[in-house]
């Protein structure tokens, strides 16, 4: 049983660091200090790739990711921080270049959808199990 | 009572249908159009013709006015270039090039050969432009009107139909 729930364990974890950037990227992206660098290879893994549509940056070697990795390292480098990096891509590549939409009429269905759903669940759970007692 | 909770199921499953076509079945395979009612970018870029020669936002000066990206690795590109060779002739709408992530030489011999229906090519190897832009493919076509705003975007071949549909609208005044 610990067996099992350690390969799970195990597994889960590596599907979580599965996105994360290859070894051989380090030198084409010389920052001068690591923060620069975490920042960099974070935003890699929170940006969409334009042309794969379900693959991030990080994960994607498109002629069009490259420019992009290339304009985001020149924005990390020059200092700009996180929430700056994605308004600039936002503002020209709109929301969907970020797998973390923002909370705005139009995304409401895809954020709140899933609790309603679960609350019409939950429900109809109770008033069937009522019923059945009854 | 019982009864109407039966149907609960089914109207819940119906609701949901209805939910999952109303927002799913939109067009919505390409991105949004940010640039859309936006003042064209600036841009500092060679021409293709001549490296030696920059061109810049004011160099697009005959408004309104259209520019589409291209490539000589694009094959859509190749379908769409007798319909823009057809505009350059029929249409008082003038044409700029964007030419993206290409081989200077084998566009200069492309348009050589079949034709140049842009008033100059901006050279973008690097896809500097076209990433203010937000260009993710070629062909791409953008409308810039008399002021120098952006008012459509195509992604995708421009044949009759979509000039009918999308550009030949904003000529009529």
């Not at chain 2, 949004?32 to 061109?55: G, H, Y």
Request: glycine fraction near 4%; aromatic fraction near 12%.
């Amino acid at each position: 049983m610990t067996k099992s729930l350690n390969i799970f364990l195990l597994i889960i974890s590596l599907s979580l660091h599965g996105n994360s950037y290859s070894q051989a990227d380090f030198d084409l992206y010389p920052f001068d200090t690591q923060e620069k660098e975490d920042l960099f290879y974070s935003l890699l893994n929170e940006l969409r790739c334009p042309k794969c549509q379900s693959s991030n940056l990080a994960g994607s070697n498109s002629p069009i990711s490259n420019d992009l990795k290339r304009e985001v390292f020149k924005l990390v480098q020059s200092g700009k921080t996180a929430e700056e990096v994605k308004t600039y891509l936002v503002q020209r590549y709109g929301n969907f270049i970020i797998y973390n939409p923002p909370i705005e009429p139009r995304t409401y269905v895809l954020w709140f959808g899933p609790f309603l759903l679960f609350c019409i669940a939950l429900s109809a759970v109770f008033l069937l199990r009522r019923n059945l007692s009854k | 009572m019982k009864k109407t909770l039966d149907l609960i199921p089914l109207i819940i499953f119906l609701a949901l249908i209805l939910v999952l076509f109303t927002f799913l079945s939109g067009r919505e395979d390409q991105l949004e159009s940010v640039l859309v009612d936006k003042s064209f970018p600036e841009f500092s870029l060679t021409s293709l013709s001549d490296e030696s020669s920059f061109k810049s936002k004011k160099d697009i000066s005959e408004l309104p006015a259209l520019v589409n990206v291209w490539a000589t690795w694009c094959i859509a590109c190749r379908v769409e270039h007798p319909f823009l060779m057809k505009l350059k002739e029929n249409s008082t709408i003038k044409i700029y090039g964007l030419n993206y992530k290409d081989d200077r030489v084998k566009a200069l011999d492309l348009l050589e050969r079949d034709g140049n229906p842009f008033e100059f090519s901006i050279y973008d190897f690097e896809g500097r432009l076209a990433i203010d832009l937000g260009v993710y493919g070629a062909p791409e076509t953008f409308f810039i009107d008399k002021e120098g705003i952006v008012r459509e975007r195509h992604v995708g071949v421009v044949d009759e139909k979509v000039w009918q549909e999308k550009f030949a609208q904003y000529l009529d005044d």
